[in-house]
Protein backbone atom coordinates (compact mmCIF):
# COMPACT_ATOMS: atom_id res chain seq x y z
CA UNK A 1 0.00 0.00 0.00
CA UNK A 2 1.62 3.80 -1.07
CA UNK A 3 3.23 4.92 2.31
CA UNK A 4 3.98 1.22 3.65
CA UNK A 5 6.09 -0.31 1.09
CA UNK A 6 9.03 -1.42 3.93
CA UNK A 7 6.14 -3.03 6.07
CA UNK A 8 5.00 -5.64 3.09
CA UNK A 9 5.47 -8.93 2.79
CA UNK A 10 7.17 -9.32 -0.47
CA UNK A 11 7.53 -13.03 -1.95
CA UNK A 12 10.93 -13.26 -4.08
CA UNK A 13 8.86 -14.00 -7.30
CA UNK A 14 5.84 -12.23 -6.53
CA UNK A 15 6.25 -10.34 -10.15
CA UNK A 16 7.03 -14.00 -12.05
CA UNK A 17 3.59 -15.43 -9.78
CA UNK A 18 1.24 -12.14 -10.78
CA UNK A 19 0.96 -11.26 -7.27
CA UNK A 20 0.57 -7.93 -6.44
CA UNK A 21 3.57 -6.56 -4.54
CA UNK A 22 1.99 -4.60 -2.20
CA UNK A 23 0.20 -7.62 -0.54
CA UNK A 24 1.35 -8.20 3.12
CA UNK A 25 2.00 -10.97 5.53
CA UNK A 26 -1.34 -10.02 7.28
CA UNK A 27 -3.02 -10.88 4.29
CA UNK A 28 -1.98 -14.21 4.80
CA UNK A 29 -2.48 -14.54 8.44
CA UNK A 30 -6.31 -13.28 7.69
CA UNK A 31 -6.74 -15.59 4.95
CA UNK A 32 -5.69 -18.77 6.93
CA UNK A 33 -7.80 -17.70 9.48
CA UNK A 34 -10.88 -17.77 8.16
CA UNK A 35 -10.20 -20.65 6.09
CA UNK A 36 -9.47 -22.50 9.38
CA UNK A 37 -12.84 -21.07 10.89
CA UNK A 38 -15.17 -20.89 7.64
CA UNK A 39 -16.94 -18.06 9.24
CA UNK A 40 -16.11 -14.29 9.15
CA UNK A 41 -17.21 -13.40 12.59
CA UNK A 42 -15.19 -16.67 14.20
CA UNK A 43 -11.77 -15.55 12.40
CA UNK A 44 -12.07 -11.77 13.16
CA UNK A 45 -12.74 -12.37 17.06
CA UNK A 46 -9.72 -15.03 16.83
CA UNK A 47 -7.43 -12.27 14.77
CA UNK A 48 -8.38 -9.04 17.19
CA UNK A 49 -9.96 -7.21 14.22
CA UNK A 50 -13.32 -6.16 13.54
CA UNK A 51 -15.45 -8.18 10.83
CA UNK A 52 -15.83 -5.56 8.52
CA UNK A 53 -12.22 -4.80 8.42
CA UNK A 54 -11.81 -8.53 7.90
CA UNK A 55 -14.05 -8.55 4.90
CA UNK A 56 -12.71 -6.00 3.66
CA UNK A 57 -8.96 -7.53 3.78
CA UNK A 58 -10.39 -10.53 1.99
CA UNK A 59 -11.91 -8.97 -0.85
CA UNK A 60 -8.92 -6.55 -1.29
CA UNK A 61 -6.94 -9.88 -1.49
CA UNK A 62 -9.16 -11.05 -4.26
CA UNK A 63 -8.63 -8.00 -6.08
CA UNK A 64 -5.01 -8.68 -5.93
CA UNK A 65 -4.64 -12.24 -6.84
CA UNK A 66 -7.75 -11.83 -9.78
CA UNK A 67 -9.25 -14.99 -8.20
CA UNK A 68 -12.44 -15.73 -6.14
CA UNK A 69 -11.21 -17.95 -2.67
CA UNK A 70 -14.55 -17.41 -0.46
CA UNK A 71 -17.60 -18.35 -1.53
CA UNK A 72 -20.33 -16.19 0.79
CA UNK A 73 -22.72 -18.02 2.49
CA UNK A 74 -25.79 -17.26 4.65
CA UNK A 75 -24.36 -18.43 7.66
CA UNK A 76 -20.31 -18.65 7.21
CA UNK A 77 -18.18 -19.46 4.32
CA UNK A 78 -17.15 -22.32 1.77
CA UNK A 79 -13.66 -21.94 0.04
CA UNK A 80 -13.36 -21.81 -3.35
CA UNK A 81 -11.58 -24.12 -5.57
CA UNK A 82 -8.96 -21.77 -5.81
CA UNK A 83 -8.95 -20.77 -2.34
CA UNK A 84 -8.11 -24.52 -1.09
CA UNK A 85 -5.29 -23.82 -3.25
CA UNK A 86 -4.30 -20.59 -1.67
CA UNK A 87 -4.71 -21.72 1.93
CA UNK A 88 -2.73 -24.75 1.30
CA UNK A 89 0.21 -22.41 0.52
CA UNK A 90 -0.55 -19.42 2.64
CA UNK A 91 -0.44 -22.08 5.62
CA UNK A 92 3.09 -23.35 4.16
CA UNK A 93 4.59 -19.48 3.69
CA UNK A 94 3.38 -18.84 7.47
CA UNK A 95 4.89 -22.09 9.20
CA UNK A 96 7.87 -20.87 6.94
CA UNK A 97 8.04 -16.88 8.34
CA UNK A 98 7.32 -18.58 11.70
CA UNK A 99 10.19 -21.08 11.68
CA UNK A 100 12.63 -18.26 10.31
CA UNK A 101 11.21 -15.94 13.26
CA UNK A 102 12.07 -18.54 15.53
CA UNK A 103 15.48 -19.38 13.98
CA UNK A 104 16.39 -15.85 14.13
CA UNK A 105 15.82 -15.72 18.02
CA UNK A 106 17.35 -18.63 18.15
CA UNK A 107 20.39 -16.89 16.71
CA UNK A 108 20.24 -14.06 18.70
CA UNK A 109 20.08 -15.93 22.20
CA UNK A 110 22.96 -18.37 21.04
CA UNK A 111 20.50 -21.23 20.58
CA UNK A 112 21.73 -21.85 17.32
CA UNK A 113 24.68 -21.26 15.19
CA UNK A 114 28.28 -22.58 14.77
CA UNK A 115 31.40 -22.60 16.34
CA UNK A 116 34.69 -23.71 15.67
CA UNK A 117 36.97 -24.66 18.95
CA UNK A 118 40.37 -25.49 19.12
CA UNK A 119 42.17 -28.02 21.49
CA UNK A 120 45.81 -29.23 22.09
CA UNK A 121 46.65 -32.81 22.85
CA UNK A 122 46.89 -31.85 26.82
CA UNK A 123 43.36 -30.36 27.05
CA UNK A 124 42.09 -34.03 26.01
CA UNK A 125 43.97 -35.55 29.57
CA UNK A 126 41.28 -32.83 31.50
CA UNK A 127 38.34 -34.70 32.53
CA UNK A 128 36.73 -31.24 33.32
CA UNK A 129 37.15 -29.88 29.59
CA UNK A 130 34.65 -32.53 27.76
CA UNK A 131 32.74 -32.65 30.54
CA UNK A 132 32.11 -29.06 30.05
CA UNK A 133 31.53 -29.25 26.23
CA UNK A 134 29.28 -32.35 26.63
CA UNK A 135 27.15 -29.35 28.97
CA UNK A 136 26.94 -27.03 26.52
CA UNK A 137 26.12 -29.84 23.87
CA UNK A 138 22.91 -30.29 26.15
CA UNK A 139 21.93 -26.83 26.70
CA UNK A 140 22.27 -25.88 23.12
CA UNK A 141 21.52 -28.64 20.97
CA UNK A 142 21.24 -26.72 17.99
CA UNK A 143 24.49 -24.86 18.11
CA UNK A 144 26.95 -26.89 16.12
CA UNK A 145 30.84 -26.98 17.69
CA UNK A 146 33.52 -28.03 15.35
CA UNK A 147 36.78 -29.26 17.43
CA UNK A 148 39.75 -29.00 15.82
CA UNK A 149 42.78 -30.79 16.74
CA UNK A 150 45.55 -27.81 16.50
CA UNK A 151 48.58 -27.10 19.36
CA UNK A 152 48.45 -23.86 21.34
CA UNK A 153 50.07 -21.92 18.54
CA UNK A 154 48.16 -22.71 15.80
CA UNK A 155 45.42 -21.98 17.36
CA UNK A 156 46.65 -18.66 18.47
CA UNK A 157 47.55 -17.98 14.75
CA UNK A 158 44.22 -19.37 13.54
CA UNK A 159 42.57 -17.22 16.40
CA UNK A 160 44.22 -14.24 14.64
CA UNK A 161 43.10 -15.06 11.64
CA UNK A 162 39.29 -15.45 12.55
CA UNK A 163 39.51 -19.21 11.35
CA UNK A 164 38.64 -20.24 15.04
CA UNK A 165 35.77 -18.81 17.53
CA UNK A 166 37.23 -19.99 20.67
CA UNK A 167 41.08 -22.25 21.21
CA UNK A 168 42.19 -24.00 24.37
CA UNK A 169 45.85 -23.28 25.01
CA UNK A 170 48.75 -22.72 27.84
CA UNK A 171 49.29 -19.27 28.45
CA UNK A 172 52.81 -19.33 28.14
CA UNK A 173 51.61 -18.94 24.29
CA UNK A 174 50.35 -15.79 24.57
CA UNK A 175 52.11 -12.69 24.14
CA UNK A 176 51.44 -8.72 24.92
CA UNK A 177 50.55 -8.49 21.59
CA UNK A 178 47.89 -11.56 21.61
CA UNK A 179 46.41 -9.72 24.86
CA UNK A 180 45.75 -7.06 22.91
CA UNK A 181 43.27 -8.68 20.54
CA UNK A 182 42.57 -11.72 22.66
CA UNK A 183 40.22 -12.46 26.09
CA UNK A 184 40.71 -14.91 28.16
CA UNK A 185 39.55 -17.48 31.00
CA UNK A 186 42.08 -19.98 32.70
CA UNK A 187 39.99 -23.32 32.96
CA UNK A 188 42.48 -25.37 34.41
CA UNK A 189 45.95 -25.24 36.60
CA UNK A 190 48.42 -28.11 35.72
CA UNK A 191 51.28 -28.39 37.45
CA UNK A 192 54.18 -30.26 36.29
CA UNK A 193 54.42 -34.19 38.56
CA UNK A 194 56.78 -37.32 37.71
CA UNK A 195 55.55 -39.75 35.67
CA UNK A 196 57.32 -42.87 37.13
CA UNK A 197 56.64 -46.83 36.70
CA UNK A 198 55.29 -48.25 39.94
CA UNK A 199 58.50 -50.67 40.35
CA UNK A 200 60.65 -47.97 39.79
CA UNK A 201 62.74 -46.80 43.93
CA UNK A 202 61.25 -43.58 43.07
CA UNK A 203 57.59 -44.98 43.22
CA UNK A 204 58.21 -45.81 46.57
CA UNK A 205 60.14 -42.98 47.77
CA UNK A 206 58.83 -41.19 51.13
CA UNK A 207 59.78 -38.20 49.34
CA UNK A 208 61.44 -37.17 45.84
CA UNK A 209 63.97 -34.28 46.16
CA UNK A 210 64.76 -32.43 42.61
CA UNK A 211 68.73 -34.06 43.02
CA UNK A 212 66.70 -37.29 42.97
CA UNK A 213 66.40 -36.90 39.29
CA UNK A 214 70.13 -35.59 38.39
CA UNK A 215 71.27 -38.93 36.63
CA UNK A 216 67.44 -40.14 35.86
CA UNK A 217 66.63 -40.44 31.98
CA UNK A 218 63.72 -38.32 30.86
CA UNK A 219 61.11 -38.73 28.22
CA UNK A 220 60.37 -35.51 26.52
CA UNK A 221 57.61 -33.71 24.93
CA UNK A 222 59.49 -32.30 21.38
CA UNK A 223 61.08 -28.60 22.17
CA UNK A 224 59.98 -27.80 18.68
CA UNK A 225 56.05 -28.40 18.37
CA UNK A 226 56.27 -26.73 21.77
CA UNK A 227 58.51 -24.10 22.32
CA UNK A 228 57.48 -21.91 25.06
CA UNK A 229 55.75 -25.07 27.24
CA UNK A 230 59.27 -26.25 27.31
CA UNK A 231 61.18 -23.19 27.78
CA UNK A 232 59.59 -22.27 30.84
CA UNK A 233 59.59 -26.24 32.10
CA UNK A 234 63.37 -26.06 31.12
CA UNK A 235 63.72 -22.93 33.25
CA UNK A 236 61.88 -24.22 36.28
CA UNK A 237 64.34 -27.09 36.37
CA UNK A 238 67.23 -25.62 35.26
CA UNK A 239 66.35 -22.62 38.60
CA UNK A 240 65.71 -25.75 41.26
CA UNK A 241 69.49 -27.24 40.29
CA UNK A 242 68.34 -29.73 37.75
CA UNK A 243 69.89 -29.95 34.28
CA UNK A 244 67.74 -32.86 32.67
CA UNK A 245 68.98 -35.63 30.93
CA UNK A 246 66.62 -36.08 27.99
CA UNK A 247 66.98 -39.57 26.22
CA UNK A 248 64.17 -39.15 24.06
CA UNK A 249 61.42 -36.73 22.47
CA UNK A 250 57.90 -37.31 21.76
CA UNK A 251 55.84 -35.48 19.98
CA UNK A 252 51.82 -36.15 22.04
CA UNK A 253 51.38 -37.42 25.97
CA UNK A 254 50.02 -40.49 25.26
CA UNK A 255 53.36 -41.66 23.69
CA UNK A 256 55.61 -39.97 26.68
CA UNK A 257 53.33 -41.62 29.13
CA UNK A 258 53.47 -45.01 26.45
CA UNK A 259 57.37 -44.73 26.38
CA UNK A 260 57.82 -44.16 30.22
CA UNK A 261 55.41 -47.21 31.32
CA UNK A 262 57.87 -49.56 29.04
CA UNK A 263 60.54 -47.91 30.99
CA UNK A 264 62.70 -45.77 28.28
CA UNK A 265 62.82 -43.24 31.27
CA UNK A 266 60.50 -41.04 33.74
CA UNK A 267 58.62 -37.99 32.49
CA UNK A 268 58.18 -35.04 33.41
CA UNK A 269 53.76 -34.20 32.99
CA UNK A 270 50.97 -31.87 33.77
CA UNK A 271 48.58 -33.15 36.92
CA UNK A 272 45.88 -33.50 34.55
CA UNK A 273 47.19 -36.78 33.49
CA UNK A 274 46.20 -38.47 37.07
CA UNK A 275 42.63 -39.88 36.52
CA UNK A 276 43.97 -41.76 33.15
CA UNK A 277 47.24 -42.82 33.59
CA UNK A 278 48.40 -46.21 32.57
CA UNK A 279 47.77 -48.91 35.42
CA UNK A 280 51.79 -49.38 36.11
CA UNK A 281 52.73 -45.86 36.61
CA UNK A 282 52.48 -43.57 40.00
CA UNK A 283 52.51 -39.68 39.13
CA UNK A 284 54.62 -38.67 42.10
CA UNK A 285 55.68 -34.50 43.54
CA UNK A 286 58.77 -33.42 43.15
CA UNK A 287 59.90 -31.31 46.16
CA UNK A 288 61.58 -28.27 44.96
CA UNK A 289 60.38 -28.29 41.37
CA UNK A 290 57.63 -25.51 41.50
CA UNK A 291 56.40 -25.39 37.55
CA UNK A 292 52.69 -24.75 36.72
CA UNK A 293 50.99 -23.46 33.50
CA UNK A 294 48.15 -22.31 32.96
CA UNK A 295 45.10 -23.48 30.69
CA UNK A 296 42.77 -20.72 29.04
CA UNK A 297 39.64 -20.82 26.72
CA UNK A 298 41.23 -17.21 24.70
CA UNK A 299 38.56 -16.18 22.07
CA UNK A 300 38.83 -12.31 19.48
CA UNK A 301 37.41 -9.62 21.94
CA UNK A 302 35.28 -8.66 18.74
CA UNK A 303 33.80 -12.08 18.07
CA UNK A 304 29.98 -11.28 19.59
CA UNK A 305 28.46 -14.52 18.36
CA UNK A 306 25.70 -15.06 20.53
CA UNK A 307 26.77 -19.01 20.67
CA UNK A 308 30.14 -18.17 21.53
CA UNK A 309 29.35 -16.10 24.38
CA UNK A 310 26.38 -19.48 25.74
CA UNK A 311 29.76 -21.43 24.88
CA UNK A 312 32.57 -19.38 27.24
CA UNK A 313 29.70 -18.91 29.86
CA UNK A 314 29.96 -22.72 30.43
CA UNK A 315 33.60 -22.61 31.21
CA UNK A 316 32.81 -19.84 34.31
CA UNK A 317 35.03 -20.66 37.12
Same mark, same amino acid.
Given at each position: ?18 ? @???M??R ?5 A??? #? ?22 ? =? ?16 I ?7 ? +? ?6 I ?12 ? +??? &? ?35 E !? =?? !? ?11 G ?6 ? +? ?5 ? @???R?L???? *? ?5 R ?14 I??? @? ?12 N??? +? ?10 ? &????? *?IQ ?8 L ?9 G????E ?9 ? !???VQ?? @???? #?L??A ?11 N ?7
Open positions: MPGQESKSFLLPDRCLLGI @DPRELHLRYFALA #RTEHFGRAAQMLGVAQPALSRQIK =QLEDEIGAELVERLPRGRLTAAGKA +YAAEAAALAHVGAANKKARD +YAA &GKAGNISVGFNDVASWHDDIPRRINAFRHAFPAVAI !L =QP !LSSVQQIRALHEALDAGIV +YDVHCSA @DDAVDART *ISLSTILAVPTGHRLAKAEREVG @DLKDEPLVWLSRDLQR +YNNKLLSGCMQS &GLSPL *IEVSTLSTQSLVSAGMGLLVGSVQARMPGNLA !LREGL @DVSF #RILWRRDNDAPALGFIAQFAE
